[in-house]
């Protein structure tokens, strides 16, 4: 069944994704999934035709995902209103029927897209329908069965919205809709506890998403912070685990009632299995443990925000100084030394601990920078044998700068053969990389003042190459 998917307008290169992955969480054959545009739109539209099995995964989709707006069965579809009507006629009776019998109500409404219509218009729009035969009563709060008319226009200039090129109506019935109080909920301006880098939530529910976490599922952020991505993945459903080099972050907070435990206590979750102090860099998992998660969610640190940490500090890893014990009278309020943390380590730490402890088809999601010179070189992501990457999302931050939000599926085993061609990868990906990745000079790069960015005292001759329209770089 094909299905009219409505998006809302932020967050474009998220979207198809987080549709996809739901998809799969819900029980659809990847084969059967498809994707086509309406007629003369353009790729970053809103609207988006997709091809389910069900209604009740269209609904399921619509309902918990946080960049649909609704899933729309589509009657009708033209430029005007006349063709519309066509279109809707010729629609079978035999799908149209059941949603208009005598013992049913229904309510009409009507969106637009790049324009607003007054209230006089909208009623003209539906009072327009009178050839569809609903026999059923009108109920503006709580319908049996709502229908849309979505309308909008050309748009040939840049109005903060991609350009249409042709005037497009479609009507349909509403299978599914969004429920976007969950975002209000859990927005960072009330959370109990945060810090710095807390992952912003609608960002947080995203990756929650991507990584499929439900109930009956073990979700682990080896970077956790302040908890906000096990925070969402925990209003899925799923079991959360966390670790963190800080001790003072997942043992202290700010005090006993503001912590990373006061942020699930605040909204009602579980707890988390554990939180643990741990090193990336030196797990302390048991040799023989392997395959615990179905699910590892973070946001690595690599350095424009807050810098990497290890284990050993500066002058022990530099070899100037030998390791040394802590005494037994200092060890109950000792916080270990730590040095500098390279990202392409970090990677490279990462993708080893998700080889070896997520399940077969668990999922790695998680960010990576991407800085853009001059030269518009190809952006190499890191790989590993035991990954097949399914997604890539980029969330554009700046002419420089983006992060792009990688989504890995677990399709081979963990073992030592394994181990050693991962190796190999990391030191092609530690070459490439390793002007802006293991020098640590990622922050100045980002921060530091493009070149391109001169003044034109012509205004009419420099045409930014890059559309801005809205969306594109929230």
Request: with cysteine; net charge neutral; hydrophobic share 35%.
């Amino acid at each position: 069944m094909w299905f009219l998917c409505v998006f809302y307008h932020r967050l474009l290169d998220f979207r198809k994704p987080e549709v996809e992955a739901l998809a799969e969480l819900f029980g659809e054959d990847e084969s059967l999934l498809q994707w086509r545009l309406p007629e003369h739109h353009h790729n970053d539209t809103p609207f988006h035709f997709v091809h389910l099995s069900s209604e009740e995964i269209a609904r399921n989709i619509a309902k918990r995902s946080i960049l649909v707006k609704g899933m729309y069965e589509l009657w009708g579809q033209g430029s005007s209103y006349e063709e519309l009507k066509d279109s809707i006629q010729t629609f079978p009776d035999s799908r149209k029927l059941p949603f208009l019998a005598p013992d049913s109500t229904f309510r009409i409404s009507v969106e637009t897209f790049g324009k607003a219509l007054t209230f006089d218009e909208q009623r003209e729009r539906i009072n327009s329908l009178t050839y569809i035969p609903f026999q059923g009563k009108v109920n503006l709060k709580k319908p049996d069965h709502k229908f849309f008319i979505i309308e909008m226009d050309e748009s040939e200039e840049n109005n903060g919205l991609q350009p249409i090129l042709q005037r497009r109506i479609f009507f349909g019935r509403e299978v599914g809709f969004a429920d976007r109080k969950l975002l209000p909920t859990f927005q960072l301006k009330s959370r109990t506890y945060l810090g710095p880098t807390a992952m912003d939530a609608e960002m947080a529910f995203l990756m929650a998403n991507q990584a499929k976490a439900t109930s009956g599922k073990l979700v682990y952020d080896p970077f956790v912070g302040t908890g906000s991505i096990l925070v969402s993945a925990a209003r899925f459903g799923a079991m959360t685990m966390g670790a963190d080099i800080d001790i003072r972050v997942v043992r202290d907070g700010r005090g006993p009632d503001c912590n990373v435990w006061s942020n699930f206590k605040q909204y009602g979750l579980p707890m988390p299995v554990a939180l643990l102090r741990m090193d990336n860099n030196l797990p302390p998992w048991r040799s023989g443990l392997k395959e615990i998660f179905d699910a590892i969610i973070c946001d690595p640190p690599y350095g424009v925000r807050a810098g990497g940490r290890k284990s050993g500090g500066r002058k022990i890893l530099r070899g100037t100084v030998d390791p040394y014990t802590v005494p037994e009278d200092k060890r109950s309020d000792h916080i270990p030394s730590t040095g500098a943390y390279s990202l392409v380590e970090c990677v490279h730490d990462l993708l080893h601990l998700a080889a070896r402890m997520l399940v077969m088809k668990g999922r790695l999601v998680f960010f990576f920078p991407v800085l853009r010179d001059e030269n518009g070189s190809e952006v190499k992501f890191p790989e590993h044998p035991c990954f097949k990457l399914v997604a890539v999302s980029e969330q554009i931050l700046s002419s420089r700068y983006s992060r792009v939000l990688l989504t890995m599926v677990k399709v081979e085993p963990y073992s030592e053969e394994v181990e050693e061609a991962a190796r190999l990868m990391h030191l092609e990906f530690r070459e490439n990389h390793l002007k802006w990745l293991e020098e640590g000079n990622i922050h100045s790069s980002v921060f530091k003042p493009s070149d391109s960015c001169q003044v034109h005292t012509d205004t009419k001759s420099f045409k930014d190459p890059k559309p801005k329209y809205r969306g594109k770089y929230v």
